[in-house]
């Protein structure tokens, strides 16, 4: 079955630097990779998703890139802001499947 | 349109006893997910569910956990003899329509924040 591995469990940036994410996949299978924002007793939130048919997509601060080759599938977000600070978490899905594989998460601290 | 909701927020009961957790999907949406998240972890997959069938359920740890969604909108996750081990915030997600060429995204709920004592 299907394992998502997300590197680094924590991540401390200063505010307006740039944090990147990553993650790994093991189903060549995989086409559908969200990111999940969840702040500290919240729900989980998108923030962003990628398909297996494009290798980049962005939306304003937040881009994400898919090597499909590799099996990895990156987070990019820019200036970042205190309201950044939050878990990210990866997954990945099947095609025609609708089980979601999570990372185990990236807390994501931006120091001011 | 209002979102997914789940109640109650929290639930705190006694080893041994019987629960019951509610989801509220958005409305229209045919999928419906249950996902139990333990502190500091990534969310568990435990159900699916397409309509008002249970399309999967390999994701239940075990006969304790059983779920229904009898009219294809609501559903409630039900929990028998509850242990220490099944403390954990148990999420609800719904899609518009899963499975076929792509997977929908997955909209979550509060979640229900679940005590055994």
């Known amino acids: 079955g299907e394992n998502v591995e997300q590197h680094p469990s924590t991540l401390s940036v200063q505010e307006g630097d740039s944090a990147v994410i990553k993650c790994t996949y093991s189903?060549?299978?995989?086409?559908?990779f969200p990111w999940y924002k969840q702040e500290l007793g919240k729900r989980p939130q998108l923030i962003i998703d990628?398909?297996?048919n494009v290798g980049e997509k962005k939306d304003q601060r937040i881009a994400v890139t898919l090597n499909k080759t590799a099996k990895h599938f990156s987070l990019h977000i820019t200036e970042t802001q205190p309201e950044d600070s939050a878990v990210y978490f990866c997954a990945a899905s099947r095609r025609g499947n609708y089980q979601l594989i999570w990372g185990a998460g990236t807390k994501l601290i931006i120091k001011p | 349109g209002a979102g997914v909701s789940q109640t109650p927020s929290n639930k705190v009961t006694e080893k041994g006893k019987y629960v019951e957790l509610r989801c509220d999907p958005i409305s229209g949406h045919t999928a419906l997910y249950w996902y139990r998240q333990s502190l500091g972890q990534g969310p568990e997959f435990l159900i699916y569910f397409q309509g008002t069938g249970a399309a999967d359920d390999s994701g239940l740890p075990n006969d304790r956990f059983f779920a229904v969604r009898p009219e294809g909108s609501v559903s409630t996750l039900k929990i028998q003899r509850t242990e220490r081990g099944d403390s954990a915030v148990y999420l609800c997600?719904?899609?518009?329509?899963?499975?076929?060429?792509?997977?929908?995204?997955?909209?979550f709920g509060p979640g229900t924040r679940l005590t055994v004592l």
């Open positions: 990628i398909r297996s």
């Open positions: 189903d060549s299978a995989s086409n559908y």
């Open positions: 997600a719904s899609s518009l329509l899963a499975g076929g060429l792509g997977t929908d995204t997955q909209y």
